[in-house]
């Protein structure tokens, strides 16, 4: 049997790594809101019991809607979408006792025009 030849290893050859190129800074755009949301609308005698009477765009509606449902505690404490209607939020969700935080935009927005 023949014996094999192990081939001489090279010297690997040095190659000088380049820095990495650094990316262009993008410049940060301030988001514009969205005008139909931004657009206020007048709440009914229903809604302002929770929101106040003054016209007013549709984000604030809903952070004045969470805010009372947070300070009166009506999440539910097992499924936290589901909210527990008291006396002005049954009159809002058309007499539901409670109903999902995804309903709940559906029923708060016949009550704004």
Not at 5 to 21: E, M, N, R, S
Not at 32 to 58: E, S, Y
């Amino acid at each position: 049997m023949a014996a094999k030849k192990k081939a001489a290893k090279k010297p690997a050859k040095k190659v000088a790594k380049k820095a990495p190129a650094k990316k262009a800074a993008k410049k940060k755009t301030a988001r514009k809101p969205n005008a139909a949301f931004m657009k206020p609308v007048q709440p009914d005698a229903i809604l302002a019991a929770v929101v106040g009477d003054k016209p007013q765009p549709r984000t604030e509606i809903m952070k004045k809607t969470w805010a009372y449902i947070k300070k009166n505690a009506l999440q539910d404490k097992k499924n936290k979408r589901q909210i527990n209607a008291d006396d002005k939020l049954k009159a809002l969700f058309g007499g539901k006792a409670n109903v999902t935080m995804f309903e709940m935009t559906k029923y708060i927005f016949k009550h704004a025009k």
